[in-house]
């Protein structure tokens, strides 16, 4: 009998970049504006599969029969005199601006020799502060000392129970193309990069590699605050976290993305606005609670799409990427 190794369907799928990114100056931070919004979003996190964020380190852990085992563990702190695992804010933030940069006409912020080559003009990372994209208007950019900006969201870290971790075995992930330096032809169109890699929630598939991670099945909270952005810019935010009533989906948080890692479903819980005084333009220290979430969320992803901060056709199949059938996928345990 002949053998051979069965190679999986790829586990992912690109989304073409933008055909043109308009880039205007940063919002500043100096003062609050009262045509703009500012506030908070009050968010439920569900893992739907395992999530691991990685320290870097690697520890003993025991696992449900006792045994030691040398896992990747995720970062941990001590608060209120006990131990907690963290789901860093950055692990949410990287997530989102991804997203983001993919729905909206936003550029690829990378500068690496090896890539540059390799990215259509279009989408070449902004390099000063009076010309932004979206995705570095909301996140931010670094880079040389007066073009940094800090960007107009905050994300805090998410701390973890305990007893919502766990051991996990996941195959053995390969670098994509393996150690060759080259970028594999399959991402590639006429020489150039051809669209941002996203991969599809699956089911998890397990091997021999042991991970820290947060269980399936557990509700985690945190915060984004955002501090003047328009109707617009919040409907673009919203829409990137799977909140978008027409356009549904889930997010992807952390390591072990190709085999049925990281899905994360996002619940709004609510929303609070900064209000100004009337005819005095100073702002009221405190915040209020927005009604009729669901009405607000469609406005705002219309007035995202209306002034071309959203790219229909980039949310409607990141949509169908992350959309919740994917999974069901059957994730690769090898080679793909
Ligand atoms: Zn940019």
Known sequence: MAYYREIAPKPYELVPFAEKTPRSPCQGHHKYNQDLLTGV???????ERPV???S?????????????????VMPVVEKGGKQWHVIPGSSLKGALRSIVEAISPSCLPFSSKKLRQLIPDQVRKCASKEHLCPACRLFGVTGGGKNSYQGNLFFEDIFVDPRDIELWRTPILWTPGGR??????????NNKLAGR???????????????????????????????NLSEAFLGLVVAALGLAPQYPFLIKVGAGKPVGMG??????KGISLMGSIEGTGRMVGSLKKLENIVEQLSKWVNAACG????????LKKLAEILGEKTLNRQSPKGLY
């Open 307 to 314: 002034e071309g901060l959203i790219i229909p056709d980039n």
């Open 180 to 189: 060759s330096k080259l970028i594999p032809r399959r991402y590639l169109s």
């Open 197 to 227: 890699k996203f991969y599809y929630h699956g089911k998890s598939a397990t091997g021999p590699d042991s991970r820290v991670v947060v269980k399936q099945g557990v509700n985690l909270g945190t915060k984004i605050s955002f501090e």
């Open 263 to 268: 899905s994360i479903r996002v619940d709004l």
């Open 52 to 54: 691991q964020v990685a």
């Open 56 to 72: 870097g380190y690697q520890d003993f852990t025991k696992d449900n029969s006792g045994r030691e085992n040398l896992a990747s």
């Open 41 to 47: 979003l009050e968010l439920s996190l569900h893992t």
